[in-house]
């Protein structure tokens, strides 16, 4: 069964440190892998996703993250953090194909920047 | 602009009462889901639709059911409402296997 683990319910880091959330998926096939964000009060928006290609993704507002298929990690990393970036961050893994409807998210991490 | 809404934003009922949660997008997205979240748990997948009238448990469906008539709109209705249904709904659309869009919530509160 497809499982994802983020290990750490909360990081505080200090404001221009770099940073790194990890996750751990759990998925036997081609897994399909995002970062969504939740801001206070608000939905999941879209950081990045892995398809294929590229190990190292891009995302919005200097996210990166690596997949790393030998270690079923998706880890995300930052290299300055900002006041700004205090939220909940959530991995999440689905499979590829025609009939790759569910979604499996992480517990989430809440991550806090002191300033 | 890809958008999903959810009305209300904010809810309270008594336990006993229905409920009704609506949301739409404007996406034409086939795939909808309803999670709810709580503090420690994360997100938990209630019901999937695939399409109008094409309906899925997920996770947590007991005392939840869903309608869709229409691709733009997904219903969630809670049958006389308990208190542990207390939480907050999501929202999402999705095109086939790419990233979910999320709603920005609905906060129920049985009471």
């Known amino acids: 069964a497809q499982s994802v683990t983020q290990p750490d319910a909360r990081v505080t880091v200090s404001e221009g440190a770099s940073l790194q959330l990890r996750c751990k998926y759990s998925?036997?096939?081609?897994?399909?892998l995002f970062w969504y964000v939740q801001y206070p009060r608000q939905g999941l928006q879209l950081l990045l996703k892995?398809?294929?290609?590229?190990?190292v993704v891009q995302g919005v507002n200097g996210f990166e993250a690596e997949f790393i298929k030998s270690n079923s990690s998706f880890h995300l990393r930052k290299a300055s953090v900002h006041w700004s970036d205090s939220a909940v961050y959530f991995c999440?893994?689905?499979?590829?194909?025609?009939?790759?409807?569910?979604?499996?998210f992480g517990k989430g991490t809440h991550l806090h920047v002191l300033p | 602009d890809m958008k999903v809404t959810q009305m209300p934003r904010y809810l309270i009922k008594r336990m006993g009462e229905n409920v009704l949660l609506e949301c739409g997008q404007d996406?034409?997205?086939?795939?909808m889901y309803w999670y709810r979240q709580d503090p420690g748990l994360g997100l938990q997948l209630i019901y999937i639709?695939?399409?109008?009238?094409?309906?899925s448990e997920g996770d947590i469906p007991k005392g939840y059911r869903v309608s869709r008539k229409k691709r733009e709109h997904f219903s969630l209705i809670l049958d006389s409402a308990k208190t542990n249904q207390t939480s907050v709904y999501f929202c999402?659309?999705?095109?086939?296997?790419?990233?979910?869009?999320f709603g920005p919530g609905t906060r129920l509160t049985v009471l």
């Open positions: 999402a659309s999705r095109l086939t296997v790419y990233e979910q869009y």
């Open positions: 998925y036997s096939g081609t897994p399909y």
């Open positions: 892995y398809y294929s290609g590229d190990p």
């Open positions: 999440a893994v689905s499979r590829g194909g025609t009939n790759a409807y569910k979604v499996i």
């Open positions: 996406m034409s997205h086939e795939t």
């Open positions: 639709s695939y399409d109008v009238d094409s309906n």
